[in-house]
């Protein structure tokens, strides 16, 4: 679907200066049937900002998943540099290799991190609309601070970005969560 642009005032309003890579506020590179995803977030405690790359891929490490690989997919998350993302951006550096490596969040660092996690998971249901179930095995990597449960944000931000023929339930180990339609 194309959009003609009659004048220069639509052109002007299409464009969002806030976004964080052109008109998308993640850097999404594909390898293979694996999706990178990068995105910065604003730390509240500072002025910084903290650099995350949710990987979307079909390999769990705690979920035995049986069915069409083009019905299922695994998020896993990292935290890395913002400069590294912007490196990647424009070709400076190699898309990092997933890694062990633990980070805390607390309950708004983590709401604003979830709606950013579903805004690209919306963009890889575009790509693959056969996707009827997702692993979220974030956790392995996330540690939630806070007051309530990780599913308890997750869930709510999910059902807000997803819709609401997405459900919400626990997987086979206590940090995976799966999220079915």
């Known amino acids: 679907m ?6 220069f005032d639509q052109f002007i309003n299409r464009m969002d200066e806030s976004d964080g890579f052109g008109t998308s506020p993640f850097l999404l590179e594909k390898i293979g049937d694996v999706y990178h995803y990068f995105f910065n977030l604003d730390k509240e405690s500072s002025e910084k900002q903290s650099g995350f790359h949710l990987i979307v891929g079909k390999y769990s490490d705690r979920e ?8 299922y997919c695994v998020l896993t998350i990292n935290q890395i540099s913002p400069e590294i993302i912007d490196d990647i951006a424009v070709d400076k550096e190699e898309i990092p290799q997933t890694n062990s490596d633990k980070f805390k969040m607390e309950g708004n660092e983590i709401s604003r991190l979830m709606e950013t996690v579903f805004k690209c998971m919306n963009s890889y249901l575009e790509a693959n609309p056969k996707i009827s179930r997702m692993y979220d095995e974030m956790q392995d990597n996330l540690e939630f601070s806070g007051k309530g449960e990780y599913m308890e944000y997750m869930k709510s931000i999910a059902i807000s970005q997803l819709g609401s023929n997405w459900s919400i339930q626990s997987g086979s180990s206590k940090k995976s969560i799966i999220i079915s339609r």
Do not use: H
């Open 2 to 7: 194309t959009k003609i642009v009659e004048s």
């Open 64 to 71: 035995v998943i049986e069915g069409p690989k083009n019905s």
